[in-house]
């Protein structure tokens, strides 16, 4: 049979009265590199650790390569490479001996599959002999994941795994990952930085334990269902202010030196021209832009939102 290399299906779980995951379901192809995107709180921890064997599902059924999470634990623990968000090696051993330990762990040694991590590891080598708590955020980064892939797994489980460090490690970090599905390895990476959505082949965009929408990045951004203007002005507070109560735009949100609006049908920029000229606004601009996967992810929230206000009411 051509199992999923991850199969989640009706995946529920609850912390007393938080729900954590509600009704989760989706599919993952082999080789894929595929993200799990949204912002914190959003449930992506607790589907990893599901999915790692570690937590318990009040209901539904997750699976790795046709392997049940639940029921096959032993097996599930033999075929992930496990990153949590939060550094997780010894402390006080080394660099060395954190690779060693994790290597014998799995009944391997860091020669047998020195191949795969070396593109990684080469880079702290030089502070081998180095105790792990003593390591940069970015080269305990490197380390966690030598040490999620010296047993040689099928699939990397990466919660959050750039949350915290620089912006070159960041960068350095999913080029890493790319080499890594070049040599067939299938990877599920969780990460609240929209900006990181666009480097995977297809996102899972969940909010609140649930998804709210699912495709590549590309066929995301365009399905956008408004037009777009990015909009500057000299005081950026009172624009941001006077553009939330124009019944004319649908919608208005701040993107680092501009605010991003969506103008209601039939308006045009001219008439938020002079609807800001009035207001006594200076030097304003306003064009056109391209929606990015962070639009998308606010217009879905909101539409979750509106459409969950009706059904209770």
Request: proline share 4%.
């Amino acid at each position: 049979m051509n199992h999923k290399a991850v199969y989640v299906e009706n995946l529920c779980k609850n912390y007393k009265k938080v729900s954590a995951l509600n009704e989760m379901s989706f599919e993952v192809e082999h080789g894929e590199l595929y993200g799990i995107i949204g912002p914190d709180g959003a449930g992506k921890t607790s589907l990893f650790r599901i999915l790692a064997s570690l937590i318990l599902p009040e209901k539904g059924n997750a699976s790795l390569f046709g392997i049940d999470c639940i029921k096959e634990y032993k097996k599930i623990r033999k075929i992930v490479g496990y990153m949590p968000g939060r550094f997780s090696l010894y402390h006080d051993l080394s660099v060395e001996e954190n690779l060693t330990f994790f290597a014998t762990v799995f009944g391997t040694t860091v020669e047998e599959n020195y191949d795969l991590i070396k593109d990684i590891y080469v880079q702290i080598e030089p502070f081998k002999k180095r105790l792990a708590g003593k390591l940069s955020g970015g080269m305990k980064q490197k380390l966690a994941l030598s040490c999620a892939l010296i047993h040689k797994p099928q699939i990397l489980l990466l919660d959050e795994p750039t949350t915290g460090v620089d912006a070159v490690s960041r960068i350095e970090f999913w080029d890493m990952l790319k080499k890594l599905k070049m040599q067939g390895i299938t990877i599920l990476v969780s990460t609240p930085y929209m900006d990181e959505a666009i480097l995977c082949d297809r996102v899972a965009l969940i909010q609140s334990g649930k998804i709210l929408q699912i495709d590549t990045p590309e066929n995301i951004t365009k399905s956008f269902p408004h037009e777009m203007w990015e909009v500057c002005a000299k005081d950026m507070f009172h624009l941001k202010k006077d553009l939330c109560e124009s019944p004319d735009l649908h919608s208005t949100n701040l993107f680092g030196q501009y605010i991003h609006v969506c103008p209601n049908r039939g308006i045009n920029q001219e008439l938020i021209h002079s609807y800001l000229s009035n207001k006594g606004h200076k030097n304003i601009v306003i064009r056109n832009t391209q929606a990015g996967i962070e639009d998308c992810f606010i217009e879905l929230m909101q539409k979750k939102l509106n459409s969950s206000w009706k059904v209770e009411k």
